[in-house]
């Protein structure tokens, strides 16, 4: 029995990535050469607090979050919301993101989704392929500890 379980879960850990995420085509993403005004329109409207940045190859740049854009025109005394149509979402994203893949097994993204919320995943050529986000992780897990004997 224990062996059993044991097998199972070792193959759930080891199915790759892409069986997880949610695809290209259903997240909300901008582009690098937008403006911080369209980013932060896309977001609201979405209502997400942070999406990908991809370049006009489709390939990921990095991501961009509400509070990196407040932060990018917070002045001295006020937020100059003028100059959220002069800065542009690649000099102010965050670009340092883990580098995961369709192919790698869904335990690489367990261990990451620990300290983020959620995955840009790519293929091996940068082209960008889906996100994996907590909130599937933890619905593969609910789905696993109420089905194991
Ligand atoms: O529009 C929504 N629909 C649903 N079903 N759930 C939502 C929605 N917006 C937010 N949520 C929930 C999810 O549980 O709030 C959580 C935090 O959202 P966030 O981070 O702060 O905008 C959501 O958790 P999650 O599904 O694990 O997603 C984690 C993060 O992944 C989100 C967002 O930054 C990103 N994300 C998820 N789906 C996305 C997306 N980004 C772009 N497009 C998508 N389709
Ligand atoms: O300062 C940070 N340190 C660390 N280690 N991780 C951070 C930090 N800031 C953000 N993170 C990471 C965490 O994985 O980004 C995730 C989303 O942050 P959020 O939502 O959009 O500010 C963090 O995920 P989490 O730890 O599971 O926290 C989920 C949400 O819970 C956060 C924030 O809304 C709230 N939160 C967590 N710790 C908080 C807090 N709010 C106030 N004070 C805290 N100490």
Redesign the pocket.
Known sequence: MVSSINDRRRAVLQTPISEHM?SAE????VQAGNYAGHALLVLTK???????VLDSSFRLKGLI?IGMITDAILGLERIEYERLDSIEVDSIMDGDLPEVYVHDPFEKGLDLLVNH??LCVTEEDGTFAG?L????M?KEFKKYIYTTP
């Open positions: 949610i259903k997240v909300a993403h979405s209502g997400y607090s942070a999406i990908p979050s919320t959620f996100i986000t907590r909130r599937v933890l």
